[in-house]
């Protein structure tokens, strides 16, 4: 499974931009997408993710102001994120969840989401 993920970019703090990821390969092997991001010096943590044919979970942080969504015929994922903060600016990763294990272990290059205040 190969993901490519684009639309990371400078705006204004209170901006919007949208994330996003198109998956290739064996499309056929996962059952879930996620957005995760990394802070300089931190571990990945995940931004929000859909699951089991459409269920949704998001990180407080981003919760109302995120929106993950997904276009199956296309094999694309998006990360809709409006209201951003300086706290927000971060490298986004996308990636994929394996039926096999049930755990994110496909990952894009990561894009990078700067906020300015």
């Known amino acids: 499974v190969q993901l490519q993920a684009s639309g990371g970019g400078l705006v204004q703090a209170g901006g919007s931009l949208t994330l996003s990821c198109v998956v290739s390969?064996?499309?056929?092997?996962?059952?879930?997408m996620g957005w995760y991001r990394q802070f300089p010096g931190r571990q990945l943590e995940m931004v929000a993710r859909?699951?089991?044919?459409?269920?949704?979970d998001y990180a407080e942080s981003v919760r109302g102001r995120f929106t993950i969504s997904e276009d199956k015929p296309n094999n694309a994922v998006y990360l809709q994120l409006n209201n951003l903060r300086s706290e927000d600016t971060a490298v986004y990763f996308c990636?994929?969840?394996?039926?096999?294990?049930?755990?994110?272990?496909?990952w894009g290059q990561g894009t990078l989401v700067t906020v300015s205040s």
């Open positions: 859909i699951i089991n044919e459409g269920t949704t």
């Open positions: 390969g064996d499309i056929g092997s996962i059952n879930g």
């Open positions: 990636s994929a969840r394996r039926r096999s294990s049930n755990v994110f272990s496909s």
